[in-house]
């Protein structure tokens, strides 16, 4: 566990490379969003490898690269209020993808929101 809540296999790239990158900040991000939501948190993407990063169209400095970054949803709770407790949480990056129902997260030391619409 890398967390109370979150398995290194929620973190680890999903091509199955193996790849595991992570922050303390980021973890604490999606520990406190879970708790302000009061149910579990599905990682959809969490690390990336590059291989991996460019077959989902990712960009090219995506921050899942680096392990700062996690795509998540919370079964039952609908996005803009995973992104309020993103925001909260003090997460950096907020990205609301309505079309693919999921909302990225990040720490990447500055802030930006977006969404696919």
């Known amino acids: 566990m890398l967390t109370k809540h979150f398995a ?14 992570y922050t303390v900040q980021l973890m604490g991000v999606l520990e406190f969003i879970r708790a302000r939501l009061m149910r579990p948190v599905i ?7 590059y291989a991996r990063n460019a077959k989902c169209g990712g960009v090219e400095n995506s921050q899942h690269l680096y392990g700062t970054a996690a ?25 609301i993808y309505y ?19």
Not at 99 to 117: I, M, P, T
Request: with cysteine; glycine share 10%; hydrophobic share 30%.
């Open 8 to 21: 290194k296999s929620e973190m680890t790239c999903n091509c199955g490379c193996g790849t595991l990158k």
């Open 43 to 49: 990682i959809l993407s969490g690390t990336r490898c």
């Open 71 to 95: 795509d998540i949803y919370v079964p039952g709770i609908d996005l803009e209020t995973i992104a309020r407790a993103a925001r909260q949480a003090d997460a950096d990056g907020i990205g």
């Open 99 to 117: 079309k693919q129902n999921f909302v990225h997260v990040d720490c990447r030391g500055y802030k930006a929101e977006w969404n696919d619409l």
